[in-house]
């Protein structure tokens, strides 16, 4: 054993102590994505202070025009609090769906049971009793068979006769599930794992995520317009303070460019129906492998697409969606002819 071996293993009272009351700051996975909301909210608070000591004609045009500023601190509100609310947002856990998905059929196997328990003594028939125990062995035999049968259906219909099942977590994972390493969970349509959100984008909180890159790319926009008036009217008279402006607005620049390419990225995606998982592993997908570039599976029009990524990913049912037959997968290859076009197709 080294002597840095014994130093990091030797306990330290003080940071025993702040454990004990922040026990979230134990794991150092979460430490370092409390550190990078921390780094990401102070960057947020510097551009606005900095913009408020400086810029004198601001502070005027608030007095003049209140609703402005207000509209501008409102937007910087708005996402600072999506961006937390995406954050802790969960992403859609194939665990959680199995749960929902089987406790959900024992209530509706219980309820059908009783309602034909009563039915059988109102006739005046046989009544069976079942032991505590081995209800709870019939409840939890029939979790596994809802959940099983319901990812089985999902994978019927296509060339894939098999199911998945996760090595981690062992849960059974539908279509379009990827076991996330950082969160150690099976992820329901898996996009990416955020590290300035520490948290995955997947089926539960792509929504969210999108509409966060929106608030933050026009923040970005509304700021840099600010600190280009700011450098238009007062460049020249204090060198330090435009230095400083120049160089935050060159910052900005750059996270402004890359929100944008960002935002149109995950657009595209929405429009599309896929997930940046699907685009970047497509070769390494089984159900994607060997598909032309340009066909999307899981694509049912951009309306359609769009309709389901607002509206109906919070019900599990409608959000899992089956591998499409040879057949719809033959039909979505057809290529685009002037019809196709005028009888809207990729609508
Ligand atoms: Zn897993
Ligand atoms: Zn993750």
């Not at 071996?5 to 306990?11: A, G, H, V, W």
Request: hydrophobic share 40%.
């Amino acid at each position: 054993m080294t002597i840095v071996d014994i130093l990091r293993s030797s306990p330290d009272p003080t940071m025993d102590r702040c454990f004990r009351f922040f026990p979230c700051l134990a794991d150092p996975g979460r430490r370092s994505s409390l550190c990078l909301k921390l780094v990401l909210v102070t960057i947020h608070v510097v551009y606005l202070v900095i913009l408020f000591l400086f810029d004198g004609d601001l502070i005027e045009k608030t007095k003049k025009e209140p609703w402005y500023t207000a509209l501008y601190l409102l937007l910087f509100g708005v996402t600072l609090i999506q961006y937390f609310a995406t954050s802790i947002s969960s992403p859609g856990y194939a665990l959680d769906a199995m749960r929902a998905v089987n406790e959900r059929n024992a209530i509706y196997r219980q309820t059908s049971e009783t309602s034909n328990q009563s039915a059988s003594s109102r006739n005046g028939s046989f009544i069976v009793t079942v032991e505590g125990n081995q209800t709870e062995r019939n409840v939890s035999g029939s979790k596994a068979t809802a959940w099983s049968k319901l990812v089985a259906d999902l994978y019927s219909g296509s060339s894939i006769s098999r199911t998945w099942t996760c090595t981690y977590c062992n849960v059974e994972q539908p279509p379009r599930a990827k076991h996330c390493h950082d969160c150690d969970k099976c992820v329901l349509q898996f996009d990416h794992h955020c590290v300035w959100l520490g948290n995955c984008i997947g089926q539960g909180n792509h929504c969210l995520f999108w509409w966060y890159l929106c608030e933050e790319t026009a923040l970005c926009l509304w700021t840099g317009v600010l600190y280009i008036s700011y450098l238009k009217a007062h460049i020249t008279l204090v060198w330090w303070k435009d230095a400083i402006m120049i160089l935050l607005l060159i910052t900005l620049a750059i996270s402004l460019i890359f929100l944008l390419l960002l935002l149109l990225f995950h657009s595209y995606l929405i429009l599309t129906n896929q997930t940046t998982y699907e685009l970047v592993r497509r070769r390494r997908i089984t159900y994607l492998r060997g598909l032309p570039e340009r066909v999307h599976p899981f694509s049912k029009g951009v309306c359609r697409n769009v309709y389901n990524f607002c509206c109906l990913r919070s019900s599990i049912y409608n959000s899992l969606e089956p591998i499409p037959s040879p057949e719809e997968i033959k039909e979505k290859s057809r290529p685009y002819s002037c019809l196709a076009v005028v009888t809207c197709r990729c609508c």
